[in-house]
């Protein structure tokens, strides 16, 4: 099995809508991340938790929140999605050295 | 705002031959440095990393090689298979990492018979 998972793979949806994506981990990881990639651009951090208490915003945090409901569990969503946020969203864990970072299979949105 | 960065978007090379592939980072505070190979429909995987106290890394038919004077490194791939195929990005982070990666834009690295 995978240790990190991204739920949904694909999703189709329209503009206004709310979204969440979902990740999950068995790395036992503290650290989780999503990341925002666009074609033709490198991925962008949009939020990130060192733990179930802390969560930060990254790069590119307007339109989208967070929650960590468990250690093993980070999801991310969009409260009224809009076509711009169409792009491919992954979700990483790392230990607490923070270095490398490791990456679910990512989720491809489009808004409509 | 500082950025990483990416000389070529797309680098095409025998099979066989080594490739190169080459990033420039403008932060002089990163101190820690990773090649990440993404597959299509997959996300990133680690190859290499090396920290900033260091000139030169090697594993397995890669090398990553940093010049802190000139803010650049590089990737070098021995050998280059067909499984090869696929976007190579540069990442940094400050400090061992803990607001995240920053990643280049990609080059992509196509290989022919």
């Known amino acids: 099995d995978a240790d990190v998972t991204q739920t949904p793979r694909n999703r189709i949806t329209k503009t206004g809508k709310r979204i969440m994506l979902e990740c999950s981990q068995t790395k036992g990881h503290d650290r989780m991340y999503w990341y925002r990639q666009d074609p033709g651009l490198g991925l962008r951090l949009i939020y990130y938790?060192?733990?179930?208490?802390?969560?930060n915003k990254g790069e590119i945090s307007d339109g989208y929140s967070v929650s960590r409901q468990a250690q093993a569990k980070f999801s991310l969503s969009l409260e009224s999605a809009i076509p711009n946020q169409t792009a491919l969203y992954f979700c990483?864990?790392?230990?607490?050295?923070?270095?490398?970072?490791?990456f679910g299979p990512g989720t491809r949105l489009t808004v409509l | 705002g500082e950025s990483v960065g990416l000389h070529l978007p797309t680098l095409s090379v025998q099979e066989g031959d080594n490739s190169i592939i080459n990033c420039a980072y403008s932060?002089?505070?990163?101190?820690?440095f990773i090649w990440y190979k993404q597959e299509s429909g997959k996300g990133p995987q680690f190859i290499i990393d090396?920290?900033?106290?260091?000139d030169k890394r090697q594993g397995q038919r890669v090398t990553v090689l940093l010049n802190k004077t000139v803010k650049h490194l590089s990737l070098q791939i021995a050998a280059t298979q067909p499984g090869d195929s696929a976007v190579y990005f540069c990442?940094?982070?400050?400090?061992?990492?803990?607001?995240?990666?920053?990643f280049g834009k990609g080059t992509h690295l196509i290989i022919q018979p």
């Open positions: 932060n002089s505070a990163s101190d820690y």
């Open positions: 990483a864990t790392s230990d607490l050295r923070g270095n490398e970072q490791f």
């Open positions: 090396i920290r900033s106290n260091m």
């Open positions: 938790s060192f733990d179930v208490k802390d969560i």
């Open positions: 990442a940094e982070n400050i400090g061992g990492g803990a607001d995240g990666l920053t």
